[in-house]
């Protein structure tokens, strides 16, 4: 069965329909959605949503367009709910200079500040980036002592290059709805040279719908589009992507596979 390893069902699009979306995972073949909080108030949400449901597990931490979230009392959140067995990760932080480049100083000091946190709590995390790869190759360059639980770069759209740099990290590399874009050149390039053992699958739902479904709000079930995809550029069967994703992202996100079936 799937997991998507990133996804936002705390967000309001799925107000209407978020318990009818995660109980009919198992007939869509998932089997775990890992829910990634992006500020202090998805924080909480993201965790009450893993307390409620078996399948689902929480990522938490600030994302870089919340840097302004990320206080004494978020650092004691997230290491409160840390101790609990569905939190998984420290996500999705990273470097996101699309919308702002006036505050880069405290993106990242902040992102810093949450590689060493994910480190001292002993997990892996999810990153984000937009427009800052340099300043973020330099970042991991420099805190590569404190990636030892792994990561994965979500929605990864960047190089070979870039691939074969995150690589020497040990980090990952997930692909979204994108990856079926028709002219997504690069990452099909990517997709086609990566080791399989680096790719995890994902929907960053609501956003980022996959072909051919682009329009609709996109939903954890569509992950299976991206293994598809995976499956047809690699020339491997859907069957392999599936189970190869799924002990991937397993292995990355180790509380994952405690917990449950
Ligand atoms: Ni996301």
Redesign the pocket.
Known sequence: MLIDS?A?LTDEKFNENRFDIISSLSKNNVEKVFC?AYNKKSIKEVFELSQKFENIYAIIGIHPEEVDDFDDETIQLIKEYSKNSKVIGIG?IGLDYHFRKDNIQKQKQIFVEQIKLAYELQLPISI?NRESTGDLLKILEENKQFLTYGGVL?CFSESVEVYNIIKKFGLKIAFGGTLTFKNNVTATKVCEIANLDDILIET?CPYLTPVPFRGQTNEPKNVSLVAQKIGEIKKLSYDTIVSKTTQNALNLFTKASLNGN
Do not use: A, L, S, T
């Open positions: 990133h936002h990634v999705e984000h979500h960053d």
